[in-house]
Nanobody
Framework: QVQLVESGGGLVQAGGSLRLSCAAS????????MAWYRQAPGKQRELVAAITKGGSTNYADSVKGRFTISRDNAKNTVYLQMNSLKPEDLAVYYC??????????????WGQGTQVTVSS
């Protein structure tokens, strides 16, 4: 089992910045990827950024060049630095952890979500 606790959401003006944090606990050694998803009102949840255990990252096209995912292994924490925020970035942001065993079975865990509101 993996537990995820997010923090850092809030209200910001367009063009501003926020940093989200996600602290993981539990069976963290089996996590092979951490990611941030978001769900805007009336839309499906979408992948924003991900970082693998090996450090590889990938981003949604809509956030490339503006958002950066990183991690602090000593703190078991993943961050999402969001710069140049736009009104369309308004959403609930969810931290996600993917656990994989030696037989490649996968489990997904979610945080409680944190609201990001961008005013124009």
């Amino acid at each position: 089992q993996v537990q995820l606790v997010e923090s850092g959401g809030g209200l910001v003006q367009a063009g501003g910045s926020l940093r989200l944090s996600c602290a993981a606990s539990g069976s963290i050694d089996s996590i092979n990827r951490m990611a941030w998803y978001r769900q805007a009102p009336g839309k499906q949840r979408e992948l924003v950024a991900a970082i693998t255990k090996g450090g590889s990252t990938n981003y949604a096209d809509s956030v490339k060049g503006r958002f950066t995912i990183s991690r602090d292994n000593a703190k078991n924490t993943v961050y999402l630095q969001m710069n140049s925020l736009k009104p369309e970035d308004l959403a609930v942001y969810y931290c996600n952890a993917r656990e994989r065993d030696n037989l490649l079975h996968e489990w997904y865990y979610w945080g409680q979500g944190t609201q990001v509101t961008v005013s124009s």
